[in-house]
């Protein structure tokens, strides 16, 4: 479904009108000569926090990738801007918006909500619960970083996903105490884009000793090795070794990356093994075989976010290994 950007309708709006505000939208949409589809398969909460710098309700998801997402997965989108250190002199506002995309034989539109408030945490479910739609599945997008504070209840309460990027974090072990809570809540499943980016180590690991839980992983020892700024993925990919094996499990050394490669993101050596990680892909370089390269995903951030909102599962590799960080 994915298409060019063709038109934006907006207008500001309140609490009590987002509705009626949304349905005129669609009537002026309508008037015209090429006829509308409402598309909606999911409804997308965007948690934002305030800025320095007041923004106007319109450019307050200015900087995310929001109408490259919702063009390959249509949702109905709130974008939350909750000021509850600093509160606006207006206690409440709100605009809403459509967005269409596609040609003129086949145009649908996704409707944009947008909030800011200043209400107490306790009251954003009565907020959301007025804007989301019961019929189809809610993901929270939580575009901010969890290290300084993890999501709020009620978002946690209406969502049935959970999606951020552990690759922001300014305090990887903040972050993670702030995501270990929910690996057991069996209401909301966790998915962070920066797991994703581990997926080419993931195969190439297995491509060269099998599955972890193989006897093959007995009593290996591996070091893993992460440039400046990486560290999130390092401990991922140290949770992931240590927890898929519950008995005797495989001992890892994390350290920083010296200087070397700079398209480096991870290094991993075991005795018989080295595997190194660019944006490209993985080399890996076996000590009685051939070596090989297994290819990273081409997708952009716009890619992987609706790949997550198609995929509403729980992730039970990732949950084991935050569980195996946390313990």
């Known amino acids: 479904m994915a298409g060019a950007l063709a038109d934006r309708a907006w207008r500001d709006s309140a609490p009590e009108t987002i509705e009626v505000d949304l349905a005129a939208l669609w009537r002026d949409a309508g008037q015209g000569d090429v006829a509308i ?81 200043a209400c107490p945490e306790a009251s954003l479910l009565s907020i959301l619960r007025r804007v989301v739609r019961g019929d189809v599945p809610t993901t929270v997008w939580w575009t901010e970083d969890l290290s300084d504070g993890p999501p709020f209840d009620p978002l946690l309460t209406i969502g049935r996903q959970l999606l951020y990027d552990s690759r922001h974090w300014k305090d990887v072990s903040r972050g993670l105490a702030a995501v270990l809570p929910l690996t057991d809540n069996r209401r909301v499943d966790l998915a962070d884009l920066n797991w994703r980016r581990l997926a080419p180590m993931r195969r190439a690991l297995v491509d060269v000793r099998g599955p972890l839980a193989a006897v093959a992983w007995r009593g290996v020892t591996v070091t893993v090795r992460y440039a400046p700024g990486e560290t999130a993925i390092a401990s991922l990919l140290a949770g992931w070794l240590r927890g898929e094996r519950r008995t005797d499990p495989i001992r890892v050394d994390v350290a920083p990356l010296p200087k070397g490669d700079a398209d480096a993101i991870l290094t991993v050596t075991t005795d018989d093994v080295t595997a190194t990680q660019s944006p490209r892909g993985v080399d890996v370089t076996p000590a009685s075989a051939p070596p090989f390269v297994v290819a990273a995903a081409k997708e952009s951030d716009a890619d992987a976010i609706a790949a997550e909102l198609r995929a509403l599962s729980p992730d039970g590799a990732l949950l084991s290994a935050l569980r195996a960080l946390g313990n």
């Open 37 to 117: 589809a409402r598309a909606v398969m999911s409804n997308l909460i965007v948690v934002r926090a305030p800025s320095a710098e007041r923004r106007g309700l319109a450019d307050i998801a200015a900087d995310l990738p929001l109408d490259e997402v919702v063009s390959r997965h249509p949702s109905r989108t709130i974008v939350l801007e909750h000021c509850h250190r600093d509160a606006p002199s207006t206690p409440f506002s709100a605009g809403v918006g459509i967005v269409t995309f596609g040609p003129a034989t086949a145009r649908y539109g996704v409707e944009q909500i947008v909030v800011r408030s």
